[in-house]
């Protein structure tokens, strides 16, 4: 016998079976008696039993009846708290915002100075950090694991999103303290053509081609020494001699540990550290909060 029977089947059981009167039962489950009364005969021919008994006294339960009552009552409650349950998250959902990032943006603490700022204005939201490999140019909102995110410009598909630059800093170039070139304190990028670079992966898109200056390179193309996707992978690639790599400034300290140098070049123009978010999203709340944080925190206010 078939048992898979709706919810609201059982909900239309359990209103007649306590108040043991159809328009009772119709009443407080605000529906026609008709409509329940034909509702219930559903579910008995559906479960093969009769659950009433329907006379000129009233309604009584059957065995059966009374037998699957206590069962209904367990599996209605069960799923008012499953129900409460969903609730809950999708309200946990609306006041979570999920913040992207490859690396963290560091600079002068500037992402604790945003945090406190948009707390303070929405103190029952939580604030969510995931790291992204580099692999995600996009830090998470591609695929929408984040809802904002600090990007390097430029983005892949950039129509799709919205940003507002949080720093213009120089592209210094990372290189190993033994490099022929290290003791310079000044490159020009002219001198650099020549070498193997670290690149990203490939999937990070225009941002790979951002950090091996292509525009710049006037069609040469460059060497690649290795592709690197983390802070470790650059720092133990460019001990390694394997290449160099071009990194902002504000990203220098991550790498400058022991055996690495940066300098400055010339011949490029800076690099752009935006917060980005889905242009679908621009409305959303908290996500325009959080960007107003971003941009009076960088901006001194």
Known sequence: MA????????????????????????????????????????????????LFRRDPQGVTL???????????????????????????ARVAARSTLVVGMSTSPGRGGLLPAIRSRF??????????????????????????????????????????????????????????????????PEIDFA???????????AGAGPLRDYWLALEERAGRPPRIG????????????????LGVCLVAMGNAPLITLGGVVTRPVRGLAPSRFALAWRREDARRPLVRAYAEACRRVAGGS
Not at 63 to 87: F, I, K, N, Q, Y
Not at 133 to 141: F, K, M, N, P, V
Not at 226 to 241: K, M, Q, R, S
């Open 191 to 201: 001198d650099l053509l020549d070498e193997p670079f670290l690149a990203l992966p």
């Open 119 to 184: 707390t303070a204005a929405h103190p029952d939201t939580v604030l969510r950090l995931r790291q992204v490999s580099w692999e995600d140019s996009t830090a998470g909102l591609a695929d929408r694991d984040a809802d904002i995110a600090f990007v390097w410009l430029p983005l892949p598909d950039a129509e799709r999103y919205g940003w507002t630059v949080v720093a213009e800093e120089p592209r210094l170039v990372a290189l190993p303290d033994t490099h022929r070139l290290a003791s310079r």
């Open 62 to 88: 059957t065995e059966a009846g009374a037998a699957l009552l206590p069962h209904a009552r367990r599996v209605l409650d069960a799923w008012s708290e499953g129900a409460a349950a969903l609730e809950a």
């Open 3 to 50: 048992m898979d029977v709706h919810v609201r089947d059982l909900r239309y059981f359990v209103a007649v079976a306590e108040e043991l009167h159809f328009t009772r039962a119709a009443e407080r489950l605000y529906v026609s008696q008709p409509a329940l009364s034909k509702q219930v005969r559903a579910l008995e021919r559906h479960l093969g039993v009769e």
């Open 226 to 241: 290795a592709e690197i996707a983390g802070t470790e992978e650059t720092y133990e690639a460019l001990v390694a001699g």
